[in-house]
């Protein structure tokens, strides 16, 4: 599987240089991330493999400017994000990063539409318009029948659909993904996997996976395992 091809305005989606992570608890020093470098193309689909406690959810957050490293240097389409100011790096993260976790975060009390519609809301786009813009891409992940279910009313294939379809919502650029698929059944995360695969064909979005599935990874551009705070090139069979 090849990338897609065509005109960027960045080279790299994705730069991270000599990134350290260190957590304290009391006077213990923890270190999680030790000098990690990476870059990802724009458009490519990269897995993130390693054991559990590997690292591999805190460099997907320091990714998407939910968390920032002890040290080091992150840039996202070309934006050197821990130089940004927290109002700035919040509209930065909602406008270019799309995030889809294992467990789907959807608001109980809120339709599947009203929770897709949510980034645009924080973004100020007039309701209508929210609205307009949540079925639009409702329908593209095949749930045009479910815009007034809520989430306890919906399957759990079809919960996972809406929080991509929020994720979605705003046509980010980079889309990080942990363990999407982890808390479904195999003939729904395969589901799933072609719906990310479709995806990033017909909109060339760069996508970083963590994930424990090994077909999975293997069916991704290229595999990196984190293993003792360092990042490693998988390499093909």
Request: with cysteine.
């Amino acid at each position: 599987m090849e990338p897609p091809t065509g005109s960027q305005a960045v080279d790299w989606m994705v730069e991270v240089q000599d990134v350290h992570k260190v957590y304290y608890l009391g006077a213990k020093r923890i270190p999680v991330l030790q000098g990690i470098g990476l870059c990802v193309r724009p458009g490519e689909m990269v897995a993130v493999e390693g054991a559990s406690g590997a690292g591999k959810s805190t460099l997907l957050h320091i990714l998407g400017t939910l968390d920032r490293p002890s040290q080091g240097l992150v840039r996202i389409a070309g934006q050197d994000v821990l130089g940004l100011r927290p109002d700035r790096l919040a509209a930065f993260r909602n406008r270019t990063i799309g995030f889809v976790f294992q467990f789907h975060h959807l608001l109980p009390e809120f339709t599947a539409l009203e929770n897709t519609m949510m980034p645009a809301l924080i973004q100020r786009v007039p309701r209508p318009r929210a609205a307009e813009m949540a079925a639009a891409v409702l329908a593209e992940v095949g749930l045009s029948d479910r815009l007034d279910h809520r989430p306890v009313e919906l399957s759990g294939g079809e919960q996972q659909r809406v929080a991509l379809a929020r994720a979605l919502l705003m046509r980010p650029r980079l889309l990080l993904a942990d363990e999407p698929t982890g808390n479904l059944d195999e003939e729904t995360g395969e589901g799933i996997h072609r719906l990310l695969f479709d995806l990033n064909q017909r909109l060339g979005m760069t996508t970083v996976v963590v994930t424990h599935n090994p077909r999975l990874a293997a069916r991704l551009h290229r595999r990196l395992r984190l293993r003792e705070g360092s990042i490693q090139e998988v390499k093909a069979a």
